[in-house]
């Protein structure tokens, strides 16, 4: 089945560090790859979207320079949180999307900045 | 601005009933709309999802009714039981050829044994 392995599951990291977290999606192949924060009391807020054959597009209040993506394949992303302050904490959900319609979600990786 | 709403924020019903979590959405370009569940510490899964030409879809017990008109939807799970205790997110999709979802606030649902 599809699945979608994201890691870590939780991490803390200290206020103005940054931190890694990391998305695999198995058992399909990825056309879209998106990134989510999920924070406390809020509903889901795209990060970005990347998509085959196109640039790594961010939405309005998030930027490469904060929230620099690797992929080198659909299968594989990575996303870094640079200098990380309180109003990051959240939980970071990875959704891949198979070649039809549907979205799939990993567990996410929740950050906790101290 | 809140493109798509979701109600009420919290339900409780007793197992066996049927709950009903409501949505809507303003955008008329808006062509796909799943629903997830999402259990406390985990990633929301995808639970049932409809298309806009159709006006329901049924899935076992969860079932979703589509008003294109009055760009309304709502997912009616009956017979609920305890383990439907979730938070349950309506979403909507604009273009087919993008993974981009726009999410609902939410809905809290408790089911009393």
């Known amino acids: 089945g599809a699945l979608v392995y994201q890691y870590p599951r939780r991490t803390i990291c200290k206020s103005g560090t940054s931190m890694r977290m990391e998305c695999q999606a198995v058992?399909?192949?990825?056309?879209?790859v998106a990134w989510y924060r999920q924070s406390p009391q809020k509903t889901f807020e795209l990060i970005a979207l990347?998509?085959?054959?196109?640039?790594?597009?961010?939405e309005q209040n998030f930027t490469q320079e904060k929230f620099p993506i690797s992929h080198p394949n659909l299968s594989f992303s990575s996303m870094t949180v640079l200098n990380a302050y309180l109003e990051d904490r959240g939980l970071y959900l990875c959704?891949?999307?198979?070649?039809?319609?549907?979205?799939?979600f990993g567990p996410g990786t929740r950050l906790t900045v101290l | 601005q809140q493109q798509v709403r979701q109600s009420p924020q919290s339900l409780t019903v007793w197992e066996g009933e049927t709950a009903i979590l409501n949505c809507s959405y303003e955008?008329?370009?808006?062509?796909?709309f799943p629903w997830y569940q999402q259990f406390p510490g985990e990633g929301p899964a995808l639970l049932i999802s409809?298309?806009?030409?159709?006006d329901k879809k049924e899935d076992g017990r969860f079932t979703i009714f589509f008003n294109k008109r009055e760009k309304k939807l709502s997912l009616h799970i009956t017979d609920s039981q305890p383990g439907d205790s979730a938070t349950y997110f309506c979403a909507a999709v604009m273009n087919y050829n993008q993974g981009k979802l726009i999410f609902g606030q939410g809905t809290k649902l408790s089911i009393k044994p």
């Open positions: 058992g399909f192949q990825a056309t879209s």
């Open positions: 409809i298309r806009s030409v159709s």
């Open positions: 990347s998509t085959v054959n196109s640039a790594i597009k961010y």
């Open positions: 959704g891949a999307r198979d070649w039809g319609v549907r979205q799939y």
């Open positions: 955008d008329s370009t808006f062509n796909y």
